[in-house]
């Protein structure tokens, strides 16, 4: 095993090389927005960076594939922020936004996910009168809006545990769509199981990799799971099985078994 200061040493000089890379890589981007600038062109061209994804994934390691697909899609949301910023610096008409009124009081507002999820509860607090649709994506909701189903849409951007939510942002530039209110929803979890039970064996953890870990020296198996553990907990009525959620998800379903 080698010393630890050897291997920072080594971590370093990774990173200077990386360092490198990535300016390269902007200074590629400046050439790309020049290019668009004068003869047109989307800056977010949706086929191009599939291909990359595809192409860069073929080569790594399974257990990194997830890692390495996140770096990526960073990069090039960097990338592409960059070359925004060079084309509204030489061409501020580009700021002018034909923009409707923002609707504060919609009839309908889609989410992605499924009821007492994070996205219910933010489209419930944001607007309380409306009626709330869940959809099976994210991108269900963009093409709700577009097509005129849906006053409002809710989407995540940002969440503590995962971090920045790319696919939306993608989503966003891709469709065209503008972001008309914001909200921070603090979460609490905790875990619902079916009364009666006698001892905890399996539990879905939707925070797999921070919250639900932490329940490995208590239980013998963690299965990562959304709001649809729920269902698997309370319409299976399995007495050893349970659920981290939120604590709102109880609050929510109290007709059902749990």
């Not at 668009?36 to 399974?62: A, F, Y």
Request: charged share 25%; aromatic share 6%.
């Amino acid at each position: 095993m080698r010393d630890l200061k050897d291997v920072r040493r080594d971590i370093n000089a990774i990173d200077h090389e990386i360092l490198k890379l990535f300016l390269k890589r902007m200074k590629c981007a400046e050439e790309v927005s020049d290019y668009k600038m004068e003869h047109g062109g989307q800056v977010l061209v949706p086929s191009r960076e599939t291909e990359l994804m595809n192409t860069m994934l073929q080569d790594i390691p399974d257990e990194l594939k997830l890692e390495y697909s996140s770096l990526l899609r960073t990069t090039t949301r960097v990338s592409r922020k960059h070359q925004y910023a060079r084309m509204l610096e030489a061409e501020p008409q580009r700021l002018q936004l034909d923009l409707h009124p923002r609707n504060n009081d919609p009839k309908t507002v889609y989410y992605g996910g499924l009821p007492a999820s994070y996205a219910d509860i933010a489209a419930k607090d944001l607007f309380p009168h409306a009626q709330r649709i869940p959809q099976n994506s994210w991108e269900d909701v963009f093409h709700a809006v577009l097509d005129g189903k849906a006053d409002i849409g809710v989407v995540p951007v940002e969440n503590s545990t995962a971090g920045t939510v790319n696919e939306v942002y993608d989503l966003l530039e891709q469709y065209g769509l503008y972001i008309t209110h914001s909200h921070i929803k603090r979460i609490r979890h905790c875990i619902a199981a079916c009364k009666g039970r006698r001892g905890v064996q399996l539990v879905f953890a939707h925070c797999f990799h921070r919250t639900g870990k932490g329940l490995l020296h208590i239980v013998g198996q963690l299965q990562p799971a959304c709001a649809d553990g729920v269902h698997v907990v309370g319409g299976g009525g399995h007495r050893q099985i349970a659920r981290l959620h939120r604590e709102s998800d109880v609050i929510l379903r109290l007709g059902e078994p749990l």
